[in-house]
């Protein structure tokens, strides 16, 4: 297996260090730690062409819509080199076993939170229990980085279970941004700004992203590797997309097609990519500095999980992530991929895939940035917060999952 960057496992450990942190604060002191995040920097009077209510800068606000854009669009990267680039993760039969898993645990988590609100429904009513039905996008997605974190833990470095489960979890997070896109309130949604992000990476990719001709100069050949003019349409991009209604965290997605990239792929978040030169690689590199802290805040400002909080909401979301994804992921992702003829990589045995599953059963990064849209009040969100740090218990018991010994290629 190649070597994955370093940054990977300490972006992991700057979550969980915040969101320890922000929980050890908000059962310590609620008060202080609810004023933090909601502070009042600064209140926006903007045209109501741009914004329709009015718009107040608070840390929370920042960080969810404006910098998490950096870490959205660097597993975008990845994504989409996996899908285009010449032996990238996802292109040909290798991909058919990680995208069934992904999708089977999809289906499986939303299937239990669909029944969960049926069954509650001669409780709560027919009304309340559509209302929790509509908060399905809470169980999709984990986080790449706490994944291989923990998996790096489970299997041992170089283990090539790890590869399969990046790809589980790069897929499973990838639909859950499909999931938050799509589900936005309609009445909330002003489509017409979506022309600022086409517009922006159709420029850029004109100027700059597509092949070079043949006879181009010197001076032609210099300028397409500059980063400014991806910079600045990614800024265009985010703004179209904040304008438009939707999550500014998708905001940087829109341009990354339109970049120049390399020509093959190394596999996903491969150390050697540091040592690549294209604009795409490049602005890659820059991202990966900043985010550390970036998901540090990310941790404290929204992994902060009050236990006191602990409502049926857990509990579905629980059933959600420890029972629907796995259990989707083993059944349904595996025996598509058996009708279509996947097989396991080599060294992978279904002891380690029991393992993945276990894993994937935690809730993180994609899922907290989906509770605000997805889930109605104040109460109902909290309780849904709870479920999600629980959840991580799931990881460290992969331990105990019975895998048959296997030698980790290094």
Known sequence: MYRVSAFLPRFGVALLAGAALATLW????????????????????????????????????????GLMALFVGYIGKELWEALILD??????RQAVLPVAMAVGGVVGGIAVWGLSASSVAGFLGQEAALRGLSGWTVTLGSDVALCFLIGRWVFGPGHPALYLLLLVTLISDALAVVGIATTQPLADLRLLWLALPVLAAALVWRGYGHPPTLGATERQLRARMSLWPYILAGLVSWGGVVAAGLPGALGLLPVIPAIAHADRSFG?????????????????????WPMVPVLFLFGLLRGGFDLSAFAPETLRLLASLWLGRPVGMLFLGLGVAAVLGARRPAGVGL??????SA?????????????????????????????LAISLIAGPLALFVPRRSLVPLQ
Do not use: K
Not at 56 to 62: D, K, Q, Y
Not at 87 to 92: K, N, P
Not at 367 to 383: K, M
């Open 351 to 356: 002891g380690d895939i029991l393992a993945i």
């Open 26 to 65: 908000v059962n310590l002191s609620p008060a202080s730690y609810y004023d933090l995040i909601a502070f009042r920097l600064v209140d926006l009077s903007l045209p109501d062409w741009l914004a329709p209510l009015p718009v107040s800068l608070t840390p929370l606000l920042i960080l969810t819509e």
């Open 87 to 92: 032996r990238g993760a996802l292109r040909g």
């Open 359 to 387: 894993i994937m059963a935690m809730g993180f990064t994609l899922p907290l940035l989906a509770i605000d849209t997805a889930l109605p009040g104040d109460a109902v969100q909290e309780a849904a917060r709870v479920g």
């Open 268 to 288: 996903l978040f491969a150390e050697v990519e540091q040592l690549l030169h294209d604009p795409l690689n490049r602005l890659s590199q820059w991202l990966v």
